[in-house]
């Protein structure tokens, strides 16, 4: 299994432009989320997915952030347009809809906003 | 809502000691689940051990144990003989049965002294 595979690792943009990051969960996990990780606010759950249906979005910061889940191997968090303070390390995690189990995460992507 | 509280921003230890870190969670849920994750340099989430709210049984993962006091909400994570490998931010999580999604504290940094 080659875990939760997120991409790109690392985005540099400008203010301004329009910022994809990916996921792929890991194959029969039914549960996926987007964490967004700052030094200010620590891990922040912005959205999470079951099913593919998104079931709390509460967390996402304002309307410019944006996520889909268009089939249970695929999803993706977009900023439109971007800011420096969207800045940070943005993690998915996917976990079985079971809850006695943990998530497991991706290796995050790092996103500057300059 | 759920909230979980790391009161260490950092700790250190000395190699081959014994170290705890703690947290304390705020519920009114009864059925919940918790985690303490590792996050080295790298940037990976990993799991270190997890406790479910209705087994009085403290988790035990090697070297890794918990203190979990149920009444008092407390879960602590104890590191024994303590391993330069072990230097990380260890994040405590909260998972409720019902909602499905994990709230996490503000982390601890582990430095273990050589």
């Known amino acids: 299994d080659a875990g939760v595979i997120q991409s790109p690792r690392h985005e540099v943009t400008e203010m301004g432009q329009e910022v994809t990051l990916r996921c792929k969960p890991i194959?029969?996990?039914?549960?996926l989320f987007w964490y967004r990780q700052t030094m200010m606010r620590g891990l922040e759950l912005l959205i999470y997915?079951?099913?593919?249906?998104?079931?709390?979005d509460s967390g996402m910061p304002e309307d410019r952030f944006s996520a889909k889940m268009p089939n249970a191997s695929f999803s993706t968090l977009k900023i439109q347009p971007s800011e420096p303070r969207d800045s940070a390390v943005y993690f998915c995690?996917?976990?079985?809809?079971?809850?006695?189990?943990?998530?497991?995460f991706g290796s995050g992507t790092r996103l500057t906003v300059v | 809502a759920q909230t979980v509280t790391q009161s260490q921003p950092e700790m250190s230890v000395q190699e081959a000691e014994t170290v705890t870190l703690s947290c304390t969670y705020d519920?009114?849920?009864?059925?919940?689940?918790l985690f303490w994750y590792k996050q080295p340099p790298s940037r990976q989430m990993i799991l270190v051990i997890r406790?479910?709210?209705?087994?009085?049984q403290n988790a035990t993962e090697n070297r890794f144990s918990v203190n979990f006091q149920k009444a008092a909400k407390s879960f602590s994570l104890k590191i024994s003989d303590s391993q330069l490998g072990d230097a990380a931010m260890y994040f405590c999580?909260?998972?409720?049965?019902?909602?499905?999604?994990?709230?996490f504290g503000a982390g601890t940094r582990l430095t273990v002294k050589p």
């Open positions: 519920t009114s849920e009864s059925d919940y689940y």
């Open positions: 406790q479910e709210a209705y087994k009085q």
């Open positions: 995690a996917s976990s079985p809809q079971r809850a006695t189990n943990g998530y497991t």
């Open positions: 999580a909260y998972r409720s049965r019902r909602s499905n999604d994990m709230r």
């Open positions: 997915f079951n099913n593919n249906v998104p079931i709390d």
């Open positions: 194959s029969g996990h039914n549960s």
